[in-house]
T-cell receptor, first 112, second 116 residues
Framework: GEDVEQSLFLSVREGDSSVINCTYTDSSSTYLYWYKQEPGAGLQLLTYIFSNMDMKQDQRLTVLLNKKDKHLSLRIADTQTGDSAIYFCADGEDGTASKLTFGTGTRLQVTL | NAGVTQTPKFRILKIGQSMTLQCTQDMNHNYMYWYRQDPGMGLKLIYYSVGAGITDKGEVPNGYNVSRSTTEDFPLRLELAAPSQTSVYFC???????????????FGDGTRLSIL
């Protein structure tokens, strides 16, 4: 079946850049998403990238997609303490009731 | 705009009890989903629905049932609660239909369920 993998934990200093990585196995993925989960809350959609794109930038967020290696990354510039959360990547396939396969999540800890 | 609303937020059940987790959305979305999230794990899809009267199993449906009598509501039922069902449950919805493609899912805040 499909598989989406992420490292479990990342610690960065406030003001530095964070890079969260994700690999996936489904070659028919149409959209890839990044969600953020703060403690005790549901998942919020942060950003997404269409599978025919290499890069997408949205303010402090940059998403890079290497479709050949099935590798996705999320870069957060000027990381702030409010960015501390769990980040999930998810891949979605067109025409499958929009079902998503989620990674295990990367816990980002931002230190002062 | 409330989005996706889940009730209750917390619940403790005894083994063998039953309960229904409620989910309602006010965005007129066609697709709805139930996930469970276990510690250190991603989200696993339990059931989903592409419209009123249509439901289908996800990755981990055993021990659960769903119904979709209206577009807005998608309740999840546990008939005989077991300790393995201790988890955080999330409901989500997406627009669905049409041309497919861009279909982000919108999540509720979750129901934290403990079975003792």
């Amino acid at each position: 079946g499909e598989d989406v993998e992420q490292s479990l934990f990342l610690s960065v200093r406030e003001g530095d850049s964070s890079v969260i990585n994700c690999t996936y196995t489904d070659s028919s993925s149409t959209y890839l998403y990044w969600y953020k989960q703060e403690p005790g809350a549901g998942l919020q959609l942060l950003t997404y990238i269409f599978s025919n794109m290499d890069m997408k930038q949205d303010q402090r967020l940059t998403v890079l997609l290497n479709k050949k290696d099935k590798h996705l990354s999320l870069r957060i510039a000027d990381t702030q303490t409010g960015d501390s959360a769990i980040y999930f990547c998810a891949d979605g396939e067109d025409g499958t009731a929009s079902k998503l396969t989620f990674g295990t999540g990367t816990r980002l800890q931002v230190t002062l | 705009n409330a989005g996706v609303t889940q009730t209750p937020k917390f619940r403790i059940l005894k083994i063998g009890q039953s309960m229904t987790l409620q989910c309602t959305q006010d965005m007129n979305h066609n697709y709805m989903y139930w996930y469970r999230q276990d510690p250190g794990m991603g989200l696993k899809l339990i059931y989903y629905s592409v419209g009123a009267g249509i439901t289908d199993k996800g990755e981990v449906p055993n021990g659960y049932n769903v119904s979709r009598s209206t577009t807005e509501d998608f309740p999840l039922r546990l008939e005989l609660a077991a300790p393995s069902q201790t988890s955080v449950y999330f409901c989500a919805s997406s627009p669905g239909g049409g041309q497919g493609g861009w279909q982000p899912q919108h999540f509720g805040d979750g129901t934290r369920l403990s079975i003792l």
